[in-house]
């Protein structure tokens, strides 16, 4: 028992002298590493004294997409390449070197591969931990093919040995200044974005940088000290945009041609969709005078931020206001005179010089007669202004409309509270004047109007995604309430349609579908007083009137001209709205009306045909046989097709064949056959049944006409075979 315990003693003994000696071990190691063990040629603890600078490796900006998923703006990496030659071993080093020298001098084309050569031996030899190879950046194409060099090489066992690739990045856009202002930039020294939706998504676009400690190489650069995952910078989210390339390129188009006409100072163009809001062009251009002359370039976003005197295009809300209290009836008469009427001390005159006389509210509307406007508001509104004003709030135009992008307008809506309120405020608010809506904002009343009275926010980012991942998706806001009653809707869209069919729009009316819109002329404000013949003119308004899909304003500031009748907005600005208008309802097919198929066709009343040849077409399509006789048949009234007789001694009836099969009967006959006109056989000179002998001359005439619409049994009898004799 004794001898047991004295072994169990021994053993512990044994244990506690190996633990003693692994300390001493461990301890030792720390002192070595600490004071003694080197890195890189250089102790730790110089290491540890050492204050590293911190330095940031940007990450890559996320990209901007137009609605089809074009690139609108995107970052293209180039990359500066460099070489640590203390990393690969000696061997690797030796056996390396001279290939490394001659893919450089390919590459870069400025020094011969002994010159490389000696380059990155001479950095070597000197203990350089960081040797810049080239001043000239890279391509992604050109990276890709030194990823595969010696030094550069790696794989999921070894990494490269010493080559460096450190990315820089440049925002570039594919279709260049297309929708410049509403894109945006970056401000070059930070990198931010300074305008549009580079500024508005700035934290999403950026992403996350890598900061960390870094030391200074020779040449003025930095490597960082730890290169591990904080080191990895993150990269920015995409936005996917409601810009459709197309219709940016139609507005743009459409706008420059029609600024440079009437050298105006700028303009602006914005296509919206009706339902959802979702903006497919905003447009925005500004006079640039220069030494080869004037150009039109984005430099201001006009439709967001350039509030102004809206003008008539604002009559909208007034009559608006005033069908809502029921204090105006559209068929009643109104007596504007001679187009001038007096108010106090103002006095307030029609465009229209020799005014009209009497006229109905409607037409008031139509003919944008300041003086119509004037005696109706006068009957209610002038005695109770902060109704007026109420039922304006209730139309969203004192309120953003919250598009998100920075740099919108605030509106400006006076009220009898507001410091400046006189007796003249209401009816220059009636006209349109003594306010600041941005067109953006004036084409969302309209746009609501379209929208059957609810009012919709105009959207221009669809969705955030980091890569495949949806990070936000912004959905259609469109408000639960109208912003007035249904019936008012109904009588100002009527009224609109009525501006284009009889009033200031006329010259834009399409025989193909209906436009509705409101022209505005409003003089512009120069020394604090409004000037005849400097006008900011504008149309808005949705198409196809009938069922509207779309909305749009038109806007051109300060057209110039000799004829200042010519500088209204019915001149200037709808003919705009109407060519971009007449642009998209040719681009996009699903706003065209269907085809209807019709029974009877403007052609030959008769459909005929050869057996065979439906039921080989009948067959091909994969329906059933309709057609249970043999030979050739027509189309009964009832939709029956039936024997038609083709006696070999007679003439036989061949209206409603084609030519080839008229030909086939007749020609088989000894008959000589005259043709007039193409398409189906819809005459033919001899009366079917007629003794060929009895024939004058043996001759047929006959006359094609080519149905303008097929209906579904028409489309089966053309022949996919020919006979012979």
């Keep these: 028992?004794?001898?047991?315990?004295?072994?169990?003693?021994?053993?512990?003994?044994?244990?506690?002298?190996?633990?003693?000696?692994?300390?001493?071990?461990?301890?030792?190691?720390?002192?070595?590493?600490?004071?003694?063990?080197?890195?890189?040629?250089?102790?730790?603890?110089?290491?540890?004294?050492?204050?590293?600078?911190?330095?940031?490796?940007?990450?890559?900006?996320?990209?901007?997409?137009?609605?089809?998923?074009?690139?609108?703006?995107?970052?293209?990496?180039?990359?500066?390449?460099?070489?640590?030659?203390?990393?690969?071993?000696?061997?690797?080093?030796?056996?390396?070197?001279?290939?490394?020298?001659?893919?450089?001098?390919?590459?870069?084309?400025?020094?011969?591969?002994?010159?490389?050569?000696?380059?990155?031996?001479?950095?070597?030899?000197?203990?350089?931990?960081?040797?810049?190879?080239?001043?000239?950046?890279?391509?992604?194409?050109?990276?890709?093919?030194?990823?595969?060099?010696?030094?550069?090489?790696?794989?999921?066992?070894?990494?490269?040995?010493?080559?460096?690739?450190?990315?820089?990045?440049?925002?570039?856009?594919?279709?260049?200044?297309?929708?410049?202002?509403?894109?945006?930039?970056?401000?070059?020294?930070?990198?931010?974005?300074?305008?549009?939706?580079?500024?508005?998504?700035?934290?999403?676009?950026?992403?996350?940088?890598?900061?960390?400690?870094?030391?200074?190489?020779?040449?003025?650069?930095?490597?960082?000290?730890?290169?591990?995952?904080?080191?990895?910078?993150?990269?920015?989210?995409?936005?996917?945009?409601?810009?459709?390339?197309?219709?940016?390129?139609?507005?743009?188009?459409?706008?420059?041609?029609?600024?440079?006409?009437?050298?105006?100072?700028?303009?602006?163009?914005?296509?919206?969709?009706?339902?959802?809001?979702?903006?497919?062009?905003?447009?925005?251009?500004?006079?640039?005078?220069?030494?080869?002359?004037?150009?039109?370039?984005e430099t201001f976003n006009h439709a967001l931020a350039g509030g102004t005197d809206p003008g008539s295009t604002f009559k909208l809300a007034t009559m608006m206001a005033m069908l809502e209290r029921k204090v105006v009836s559209l068929n009643q008469s109104v007596a504007t005179g001679d187009g001038i009427a007096k108010w106090g001390t103002r006095t307030i005159r029609d465009a229209h010089r020799v005014g009209f006389g009497t006229i109905t509210a409607r037409q008031v509307f139509e003919k944008s007669s300041n003086v119509g406007v004037h005696l109706l508001m006068r009957n209610y509104f002038y005695r109770h202004p902060d109704d007026f004003c109420r039922l304006l709030r209730q139309f969203h135009l004192d309120k953003k409309t919250g598009i998100h992008m920075l740099g919108e307008a605030q509106p400006l809506l006076p009220n009898p509270q507001m410091k400046g309120w006189s007796g003249q405020s209401a009816p220059s608010m009636a006209l349109g004047y003594e306010m600041r809506q941005t067109p953006l904002q004036m084409l969302t009343l309209y746009n609501a109007i379209a929208n059957d009275g609810y009012w919709v926010r105009p959207m221009l980012v669809r969705q955030v995604k980091l890569a495949d991942e949806v990070k936000v998706d912004n959905k259609p806001y469109v408000s639960s309430e109208r912003i007035c009653s249904l019936s008012t809707v109904r009588q100002v869209q009527s009224l609109l349609r009525g501006v284009v069919e009889n009033g200031t729009a006329k010259k834009i009316a399409s025989p193909y579908y209906a436009i509705a819109g409101k022209t505005g002329t409003a003089q512009k404000i120069i020394n604090g007083k409004y000037q005849v013949g400097k006008y900011s003119v504008s149309f808005i308004g949705y198409f196809p009137a009938n069922k509207p899909k779309y909305s749009m304003v038109a806007m051109v500031d300060s057209p110039q001209g000799d004829n200042i009748d010519l500088l209204y907005a019915g001149a200037v600005a709808a003919p705009v709205f109407k060519e971009v208008a007449d642009r998209i309802m040719a681009y996009d097919v699903q706003i065209q009306k269907p085809v209807r198929a019709k029974n009877q066709v403007d052609g030959p009343a008769l459909m005929a045909g050869y057996a065979d040849d439906l039921h080989t077409i009948d067959s091909v399509l994969g329906v059933k046989q309709r057609v249970g006789i043999e030979g050739w048949v027509e189309a009964s009234k009832k939709g029956h097709w039936v024997e038609r007789s083709t006696r070999a001694d007679q003439v036989p009836d061949v209206r409603g064949l084609s030519l080839r099969d008229a030909l086939f009967l007749l020609e088989n006959r000894g008959l000589r056959v005259a043709i007039q006109g193409r398409g189906k056989v819809t005459e033919q000179s001899v009366e079917p049944g007629t003794v060929i002998k009895q024939t004058p001359g043996r001759q047929i005439s006959l006359t094609l006409k080519e149905p303008v619409l097929a209906s579904k049994a028409d489309s089966t009898i053309t022949a996919t075979k020919r006979r012979s004799t």
């Design 1 to 297: 028992m004794a001898n047991h315990k004295e072994q169990i003693i021994g053993r512990a003994k044994h244990v506690s002298y190996l633990v003693f000696a692994l300390a001493f071990c461990i301890v030792g190691r720390l002192i070595y590493v600490q004071y003694f063990d080197t890195y890189q040629g250089r102790s730790w603890a110089s290491w540890q004294e050492k204050d590293f600078p911190t330095i940031t490796i940007p990450a890559m900006r996320g990209n901007i997409y137009a609605v089809d998923g074009s690139l609108m703006a995107t970052s293209l990496p180039s990359y500066e390449v460099g070489l640590d030659p203390t990393v690969a071993k000696e061997d690797y080093f030796r056996s390396k070197a001279d290939s490394l020298g001659l893919l450089l001098s390919r590459i870069y084309g400025d020094r011969s591969p002994r010159d490389y050569t000696e380059l990155v031996r001479d950095a070597r030899r000197k203990k350089r931990q960081y040797v810049l190879l080239s001043n000239r950046y890279v391509t992604f194409a050109e990276r890709q093919e030194m990823l595969k060099w010696p030094f550069f090489r790696s794989s999921g066992k070894v990494s490269a040995r010493g080559g460096v690739l450190r990315a820089h990045y440049e925002r570039y856009h594919p279709f260049g200044t297309m929708a410049e202002r509403t894109i945006g930039n970056l401000d070059p020294e930070t990198h931010r974005g300074q305008r549009g939706l580079e500024a508005s998504f700035q934290t999403a676009l950026a992403g996350r940088d890598a900061v960390g400690e870094a030391e200074k190489l020779s040449g003025g650069v930095y490597k960082p000290v730890v290169d591990g995952p904080d080191m990895k910078p993150e990269p920015g989210m995409d936005l996917h945009t409601t810009i459709d390339v197309n219709y940016q390129d139609m507005a743009e188009s459409a706008l420059r041609t029609t600024l440079e006409k009437y050298q105006a100072a700028k303009g602006c163009v914005v296509v919206m969709e009706v339902n959802t809001g979702e903006i497919r062009a905003m447009a925005n251009l500004s006079r640039v005078d220069g030494k080869n002359g004037p150009r039109y370039i």
